[in-house]
């Protein structure tokens, strides 16, 4: 059985569910919100050390303003609402992504890093703003400016997740197969599964299904 400690969600498909259920796609963020309460539960049931959460990405700028005004207030509702609990649950909270929002977001996002700093359960790693090549892009810069040598080790701890092992498990959701400029060079022996459903329809049942499939894989890492 594989061990696991690091699951990462593309978290798509809340826009069509929105549409097909409620008629907004606003709704469709809200009721993602609740997939993520169940997954994170799930995740420190399954002992898992590691989630990282694809919720916003450099390239999601480009929607109407409306969508994404709409996105960060549900961001900082649910920060505003749920730190608490998230820390009472031993949850170290971290963003990866360049944190570059309004005032009031980015002291929200660091205040409740810094809160849940020390927790020492789970670790939910927020993608906000992240974009993979960006990410690749400073970690080069950053080694050139430090005179440091190009190796796969120096590479791997300039990125924003220096100090968390690559992801045993990608989950996309929404029935899309592709991994719009998420975590690149970190996926390179990750097991991907791509999922139909979409996010917010996507249930604890249907994420046990994937980690006991995973469990299960022979994986290779390029030997026999
Ligand atoms: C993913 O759902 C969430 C974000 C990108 C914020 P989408 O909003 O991309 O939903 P679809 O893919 O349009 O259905
Ligand atoms: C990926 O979903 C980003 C997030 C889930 C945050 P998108 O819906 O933005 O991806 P594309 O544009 O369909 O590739
Ligand atoms: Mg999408």
Redesign the pocket.
């Known amino acids: 059985m594989n061990p696991l400690k690091h699951v990462a969600i593309i ?9 097909k259920y409620k008629k907004s ?1 606003n709704e ?2 809200r009721a ?1 919100l609740n997939t993520v309460e169940k997954i994170i539960k799930q995740s420190i049931k399954s002992n898992i050390k590691f989630l990282t959460l ?4 450099t390239e ?1 700028w480009k ?1 109407p303003k409306s ?1 994404v005004s709409f ?1 960060f207030k549900l961001l900082e509702n649910f920060l505003q609402n749920k730190i608490d609990d998230l820390h009472n649950q031993n949850i170290k909270l971290k963003i990866i992504g360049i944190k570059n929002f309004s005032k009031k977001i980015n002291r929200l996002l660091n205040y409740s890093e810094k809160k849940t700093f020390r927790n020492n359960g789970l670790q939910v790693n927020l993608a906000l703003n992240y974009g993979s090549k960006s990410e690749i892009i400073s970690a080069f810069k950053s080694i050139y400016k430090k005179n440091e040598k190009i190796s796969e080790k120096t590479i791997s701890s300039h990125l924003q997740t220096k100090n968390i092992p690559d992801p045993d498990i990608l989950i996309r959701t ?1 029935n ?1 197969k592709r991994l719009s400029n998420f975590l690149l060079w970190q996926v390179a022996y990750t097991e991907i599964f791509f999922e139909k459903k ?2 917010p329809s996507f249930s604890k049942a249907d994420y046990n299904k994937i980690i006991n499939k995973y469990k299960k894989i022979k994986r290779n890492y390029g030997n026999i």
């Open positions: 978290m798509d498909g809340n826009g069509r569910w929105g549409l796609r469709g963020h993602g694809y919720a916003f990405s999601n929607r969508e996105l929404g899309t979409l996010w």
